[in-house]
C-alpha cells in the first residue's frame, strides 16, 4: 500500500526542453494575451535558445529543430511596431537567441520570412517587414544587409512612398528600416541612389502646403496631422525623413562593389536639403519637438561629424546646455544616452597624434589621389578642438558624466571617457575637472572595463595622468584612496604593445603624474614601488630625454621613503650597485633637469652608510658628485654639496674611505669653487662645514 501511495503522488515527469518549447509557441500563438503573459513566455523561450547553444555542443538534441516556419514568424510578428515597447524588445533578445542557437536554418528562415512578407505586398506585410529588417540589423548586420540589397527591393520604396493614398505606418516602419540600414556602410549608397528624391519630398513636405489638398467638400470629416485623407506626412515621419537624409549625406558612402560607373556618377539634381540645414532643424527640434528628441540627438550625432557643424553647435551655448540636460535625463543604457555622447565626442575629438614618418605619408597619399588638394580640415585643428572643449566643459557636461558613469554600458563609458580625455587636454581644466569629479570617474571606470577594451583604458590612464600632473593631490584625494590611481597609471608606463607606432606621451605622463603623487606619503611612495618598481627603472635608460629625466625626477621622490632607499640601492646586491651607477651617471648628464633629479636622488640615498659605500666604489662616483658642485646652476650646486656632506660625515670606516676618495679627487678646490660662485646663504653653510670636515681629516 506504501509503494501504491508513492507512486500515485510523484506525479506526472517533467517535460523535456522540446517539448517545453512547443507549449511555449502554442501560448505565443494565441490571441488575447495581456502583455505580461507575452513578455514572460518570450522571456522563458528566449532563456531556453539561450541553454540551447552549449547543450546542443554536449550532444543534446536542439530545440531548434522542433522550431518550423509557422513559430518563427509568431516570434518575429511581435516586432511589428504596433506591439507594445515592452513586448518589441523581449521579441528581439527572443529572436536574436533563436538565430545564435539555429545558425544557417534561422538564417534561412529569416530570409524566407522577408521576402515572402515583401512579396505578399499588403500594407501589414510591409509594416512587418519593414519593422522585422529595423529590428535586425544591429543583431545580424551582415544577414540583414544582404536582405535589404536584394535587387529590385530598394527601386520598389519609391513607388510605395509616392502612391496617392498610402498609409502612414507603412511610411513610418520603411523609414525606421532605412534609419537602421543607415548605420552600415555597404547601405548607404544604394539609399542615396534610389531613395534621396521621395526622402526629400518627405523631408521637406509644408504642412500648410499640404493641407490644401484637402477636400472641403464633407465639412464633418476631421483631419489631423499626418491623415491619410490629407495626404499630409506626420511630423514624426518627415523628422524620420531628415534622419536619414543626414546619415547618407554626412558620411561618405562606402560603396558596395556592384555599382556600374554609370551608378557611381554625380547626381544631376541638385541637393535642396544641406546637411546644414538639417542641423539646424534638429538644433531647433531639442526645444520644439521634446517628443521626437530621439531622432534630433540621432540627426545630431551624424550631422556633428563634419568640422562646420560641430563648430557651429559649439557656439550655440542655449542648445549645449539643452543637450546636457537630455543626456542628464535620458535612461541609462538606452540609444538616446549613447546618441547624446556622441555628439560630445564628435565636439571634443582630436585629430590622432601622428609620428613624422605617418604626416609624410598622408601627404605623399594626399598628392596621388587628388594632386595635393586634400587638405585637413582646419576646423579641426587643436586650436579649434580646444575651443570647443572649452564650450562643452562650460555647458556642464562633466557632473553629468560622472552621475552617469556609474550604470553605463561600456560602449557609453568608453565614450564618457574619450570626452574627458579630450577635455583634460587642455591643462587650465584639469582642476575644475578634478573638482568636479573626473578622477573618481576615471579611477571607477579603469577596472570596470574588460581587458578587452585595452585602447579604452589607457585612453582613461592617461586622461587620469594629465590631471594629476597639473593637481594637488592632497586636495584630490580626500575621499578616493591615492592607492587607487596606482595601477591605472602604471599600466601606461610601457608602450602600448599593440600599437604600430611607438607613442612616448603616454609614459611621460605617467611618470609626471606618479612623481606627483610620490611627494605625499611613505605609504604611496611603497606602492608605487610595489606595483611599479620594474617599469619605472626601465624607463631611466630610455633614449627619449624627457622620459629618462621623468623618471629619475620620481625616483629622486620614491627614495624620500627611508625603507625603499635602503631596499632597492642598500642590499648591497649587485642590482644595487647598478642602480647606484645608473643615478651617478644620470647627475652626469647632459641634461640639467636630469642632473637636478639625479642630484636629489643622490642627497637622499647619501644619507645611508651603505649607499655611500657603493658611491665611493664606483670608479667615477667622486668625481661626478664634486662635479654638481662646480656646476653653473646654483640649485644643483646645493644638492652636490650636501651629497658631499652626507658622505663625509658618516662614521667609521665608510666615513674615512669616503673623506679619503672625496679628497683624493679634489674635493677641497671644488668645494671653494662651489663657495665662491653661491649667493645662497644655505649653501655656503653647507659647503663651510663640509670643508672643516676634510681639511681636519687631511
Not at 505586398?121 to 529588417?133: E, K, L
Request: aromatic share 4%; glycine share 6%.
Amino acid at each position: 500500500m506504501a509503494a501504491t501511495a508513492n507512486t500515485a503522488s510523484a506525479g506526472p515527469p517533467p517535460l523535456g526542453r522540446q517539448d517545453q518549447t512547443m507549449l511555449l509557441f502554442a501560448g505565443l500563438m494565441e490571441g488575447g494575451k495581456e502583455d505580461e503573459e507575452t513578455v514572460a513566455e518570450l522571456g522563458k523561450l528566449t532563456r531556453l535558445l539561450d541553454e540551447d547553444v552549449e547543450l546542443a555542443k554536449k550532444g543534446e538534441p536542439s530545440i531548434t529543430a522542433v522550431i518550423d516556419g509557422d513559430c518563427f514568424d509568431t516570434v518575429v510578428c511581435y516586432l511589428d511596431m504596433r506591439q507594445p515597447e515592452r513586448v518589441r524588445a523581449h521579441a528581439t533578445f527572443c529572436t536574436s537567441a533563436y538565430l545564435k542557437a539555429a545558425g544557417e536554418d534561422g538564417v534561412k528562415k529569416l530570409s524566407d520570412f522577408f521576402h515572402s512578407r515583401i512579396n505578399r505586398g499588403t500594407y501589414d506585410d510591409y509594416i512587418v517587414a519593414f519593422c522585422v529588417a529595423a529590428a535586425m540589423f544591429p543583431i545580424v548586420p551582415d544577414i540583414t544587409t544582404d536582405l535589404f540589397l536584394t535587387e529590385g527591393f530598394l527601386s520598389s520604396l519609391s513607388p510605395l512612398m509616392r502612391r496617392k493614398w498610402k498609409s502612414r505606418k507603412v511610411e513610418t516602419a520603411c523609414l525606421e528600416m532605412l534609419n537602421a540600414a543607415c548605420m552600415q556602410d555597404k547601405c548607404r549608397q544604394p539609399v542615396l541612389r534610389y531613395c534621396e528624391e521621395w526622402l526629400e519630398e518627405i523631408a521637406n513636405q509644408d504642412p500648410d502646403e499640404a493641407g490644401a489638398t484637402v477636400h472641403p467638400s464633407d465639412p464633418d470629416v476631421n483631419v489631423q496631422e499626418g491623415s491619410i485623407s490629407w495626404r499630409q506626412h506626420s511630423k514624426h515621419v518627415r523628422h524620420l525623413a531628415g534622419l536619414v537624409l543626414v546619415k547618407i549625406r554626412a558620411i561618405p558612402a562606402a560603396p558596395t562593389g556592384n555599382e556600374s560607373n554609370q551608378d557611381l556618377e554625380p547626381r544631376i539634381q541638385p541637393v535642396t536639403t544641406s546637411v546644414e540645414d538639417l542641423s539646424q532643424r534638429f538644433t531647433k527640434m531639442l526645444v520644439e519637438d521634446p517628443d521626437d528628441v530621439q531622432v534630433s540627438v540621432e540627426g545630431l550625432a551624424y550631422a556633428t561629424i563634419q568640422p562646420k557643424i560641430k563648430e557651429k553647435l559649439a557656439r550655440d551655448r542655449e542648445s549645449l546646455k539643452r543637450l546636457v540636460k537630455i543626456l542628464e535625463a535620458a535612461p541609462p543604457k538606452s540609444p538616446l544616452t549613447y546618441g547624446a555622447l556622441s555628439i560630445f565626442v564628435n565636439l571634443t575629438r582630436y585629430r590622432p597624434v601622428e609620428t613624422e614618418e605617418q604626416k609624410r605619408l598622408n601627404q605623399l597619399k594626399a598628392y596621388a589621389n587628388a594632386a595635393g588638394k586634400v587638405q585637413p580640415d582646419p576646423l579641426n585643428d587643436d586650436t579649434h578642438v580646444a575651443g570647443r572643449c572649452q564650450a562643452v566643459f562650460d555647458a556642464g557636461i562633466t557632473p553629468v558624466l560622472v552621475t552617469r558613469c556609474k550604470n553605463s554600458s561600456v560602449a557609453s563609458l568608453s565614450l564618457m571617457i574619450s570626452i574627458i580625455s579630450s577635455l583634460s587636454v587642455t591643462s587650465s581644466l584639469r582642476g575644475q575637472l578634478a573638482q568636479q569629479g573626473a578622477v573618481r570617474l576615471l579611477i571607477a571606470a579603469w577596472p570596470a572595463l574588460p581587458e578587452t577594451e585595452s585602447q579604452t583604458r589607457r585612453t582613461a590612464a592617461q586622461a587620469l595622468a594629465r590631471i594629476l600632473i597639473s593637481t594637488n593631490p592632497t586636495l584630490v584625494f580626500r575621499q578616493t584612496p591615492q592607492s587607487a590611481a596606482i595601477r591605472p597609471l602604471t599600466s601606461i608606463i610601457t608602450p602600448d604593445p599593440n600599437s604600430d607606432t611607438r607613442d612616448l606621451l603616454p609614459t611621460f605622463e605617467a611618470l609626471l603624474a606618479l612623481t606627483n603623487l610620490a611627494s605625499t606619503d611613505n605609504d604611496t611612495r611603497r606602492a608605487i614601488v610595489r606595483g611599479a618598481w620594474d617599469d619605472i627603472e626601465e624607463q631611466l635608460f630610455s633614449s627619449n630625454a624627457r622620459v629618462s629625466t621623468a623618471a629619475i625626477e620620481l625616483v629622486c621622490n620614491l627614495v624620500q621613503s627611508p625603507e625603499d632607499a635602503l631596499a632597492l640601492f642598500g642590499d648591497g646586491s649587485s642590482k644595487a650597485a647598478t642602480r647606484i651607477k645608473v643615478v651617478l651617471a644620470l647627475a652626469d648628464a647632459e641634461d640639467e633637469k636630469t642632473r637636478s633629479a639625479a642630484g636629489g636622488a643622490l642627497a637622499s640615498l647619501t644619507g645611508f652608510d651603505v649607499i655611500v659605500r657603493g658611491v665611493v666604489a664606483q670608479p667615477r662616483g667622486c668625481g661626478i658628485v664634486l662635479d654638481m658642485c662646480k656646476d653653473e646652476s646654483e640649485g644643483l650646486r646645493h644638492r652636490g654639496a650636501v651629497v658631499v656632506n652626507n658622505m663625509v660625515s658618516q662614521e667609521g670606516e665608510v666615513g674615512r674611505l669616503a673623506r679619503e676618495k672625496l679628497l683624493a679627487a679634489g674635493a677641497v678646490e671644488a668645494l671653494t669653487e662651489c663657495a665662491k660662485k653661491s649667493r645662497s646663504g644655505e649653501v655656503v653653510q653647507v659647503v663651510v662645514q663640509t670643508l672643516e670636515v676634510l681639511l681636519g681629516e687631511k
